[in-house]
Each structure stands twice: as structure tokens, then as C-alpha cells.
């Protein structure tokens, strides 16, 4: 016995009518009435009456519909518990590139805890083009990542400007303008984020350099922004960073010149099927990146050559 026999013969049941039922079920009346019939084979009873014009439930027929309907509304009540436990278990999975986490999307996640709790999130720090291609599979709904990624079937909503330091070691002892500082670097070795994890970024970073006249082969090359900073805390030489990386309380001694040049980051998703879990957490970082307190904090402190990175 399958479940639809028990709706088609509900349906029949209460209509009392083969065609209106066929209606109802958005079917044709001769595979119903065949339905049917295979159904009253099953059960070994005849369930309607069918000697006259009008189709009428036999007493097996009655006894049987006040049942069916019984267990259909329980599978039903079954089948809606099940969906709201899937609802409230269901994990929203992001994305979110290396330095923004740790400046800004901790934060934000806190105050999401206490907005909706009810949300539950799974962070994945990977770069821009990584979550590229996982937004396009399904596999992460919605994505932090920078602006050069783009792809006809996401959209992209900006939400912060991140600004780029020259960081180095206090032992260089660099003074001037960013032009001059470079100059003095010329010969420094560099230190280098891996092109083959962040492309993009390792490609806005030789863009930087080229711009003030260098062309750095990277002395060593890393995957995050605090194996750099321990090698420039070790004095081993000179890099370029997004300003959202420099914040690891654990490096001293470091100095860095605040540079020009800025990329965007913002949040990325498909352009289409977004759940209702993702609108909302859309909704929250939308507020709370346009927060012009929280735009001034993210300037602060960023526009003097030799600062010290506390």
C-alpha cells in the first residue's frame, strides 16, 4: 500500500464524486478510478457503491475514510515537526577572507548571538576566489570576500573600504613620505602572502609595489597574515598588508606607514534561492556595517609613516 492510494481514496471519499476528486488531485479520471480499483483489491473490500448514479461509500468505505483521514492528518503533523526541527537545527554556512574575520566579523557575530540566537552559523576563513566557486556549487550561501571577485551569477554588495600599510620591522628605521620609504626598501628582503591561496590579493599587493618602482621577488612566502607578522617581528623583512591584519595584540615592535591605495570588501551570494536563514543575516550585516560609528573606527589611527602597531 503507498501513500498516495490513501489520498486518492480520501479524496474520492469525501467528494463522493470520481471527477471532482480528479479534479482536486489535478489528475485524469480513468487513473484514478484505476487507482482506486487497485486499492480495493489490497484491502480485499469493496469501498464504494457504484450500482447507482451516485458513487456512495459501502460501510467498509466509511469505516475506512474516518481512518484514512486519521492517518493522513498524523503523517502531516509528522512531516511539519520534522520540517521546524530542520529549520531550527539548520547551520547557515559562510565564507569570509583571513583579515576580516579577525577585525570585524567576530564582533559582528557576537552582537548576532544576542539578536537571533536561533541562527546558527559555520565560518569559513578562505579567500575571494575559493568562496567563488563555493557560492556557485551551494556550498557556502553567502560569502565576506573582495571586490575583484566577480561572476555573472552572484551578486556583490559592497560594505567597508580596507586600506593597504607598508609594515616593517622598528630596526629599519624608515622616515618620509611612502614613496621614500619604499625607495629605502628597495634593497630589504619582502615577505610575501602566497599567490597560490589569495591570488587576487597577492596580485593588489604587487600592483602597490609596482606603483612606487618595485618589483619584489617575496624572500619568503606565507598563507596568513600572522605567519608574516611573526617573520616581520623576527626581523626578517618587509611586506604589504590589508590594515584589517595588523590587529594580533601579540606583535610588538613592528612600525607601519599607511598607503593609499584601498580594495572594498563586501558580501557576495547567488543571485537567486537565498533561504530565508540567509536574508536575515543579510538584513543584520547590512545594518551593522552601515553603522557610521563603526566606518570612523575602521580610519582611526591609520594616517601616520612609522606608527607603532599595538
Not at 474520492?12 to 478510478?33: I, T
Amino acid at each position: 500500500m503507498e501513500l498516495r492510494h490513501l489520498r486518492y481514496f480520501t479524496a474520492v471519499g469525501r467528494c463522493l464524486s470520481f471527477s471532482k476528486a480528479a479534479e482536486m488531485l489535478h489528475v485524469s479520471q480513468p487513473p484514478l478510478s484505476r487507482q482506486i480499483q487497485e486499492f480495493e483489491e489490497e484491502v480485499g473490500a469493496a469501498l464504494f457503491d457504484r450500482t447507482g448514479r451516485r458513487t456512495r461509500l459501502t460501510e467498509a468505505g466509511e469505516y475506512l475514510l474516518a481512518e484514512s483521514e486519521r492517518i493522513l492528518e498524523s503523517i502531516d503533523v509528522v512531516c511539519r515537526t520534522a520540517k521546524a526541527i530542520s529549520l531550527k537545527a539548520r547551520v547557515l554556512r559562510i565564507g569570509c577572507v583571513n583579515f576580516f574575520f579577525n577585525a570585524h566579523l567576530a564582533r559582528f557575530l557576537e552582537e548576532l548571538g544576542k539578536k537571533r540566537p536561533a541562527l546558527k552559523t559555520e565560518i569559513l576563513v578562505m579567500p575571494s576566489e575559493a568562496q567563488g566557486k563555493a557560492l556557485m556549487t551551494g556550498s557556502l550561501e553567502l560569502g565576506f570576500v573582495r571586490s575583484w571577485m566577480r561572476e555573472d551569477r552572484l551578486d556583490f554588495e559592497p560594505l567597508v573600504e580596507e586600506s593597504f600599510s607598508l609594515v616593517y620591522p622598528k630596526s629599519y628605521r624608515l622616515e618620509g613620505e611612502p614613496k621614500e620609504c619604499f625607495a629605502a626598501l628597495a634593497s630589504s628582503p619582502f615577505i610575501g602572502l602566497a599567490r597560490s591561496v589569495a591570488p587576487g590579493l597577492a596580485d593588489m599587493i604587487a600592483a602597490i609595489c609596482a606603483e612606487y618602482g618595485l618589483s619584489p621577488a617575496p624572500a619568503y612566502e606565507c598563507t596568513d597574515a600572522l605567519s608574516i607578522l611573526d617573520l616581520l617581528a623576527s626581523g626578517l623583512g618587509w611586506s604589504i598588508l590589508p590594515e584589517f591584519g595588523l590587529g594580533d595584540a601579540r606583535i610588538k615592535d613592528l612600525r607601519y606607514v599607511h598607503l593609499r591605495q584601498k580594495s572594498v570588501i563586501g558580501i557576495c551570494h547567488r543571485k537567486t534561492g537565498l533561504t530565508e536563514e540567509a536574508e536575515a543575516f543579510m538584513a543584520m550585516v547590512k545594518e551593522y556595517f552601515s553603522r557610521p560609528s563603526l566606518n570612523e573606527k575602521g580610519r582611526e589611527g591609520s594616517a601616520l609613516p612609522g606608527q607603532p602597531i599595538r
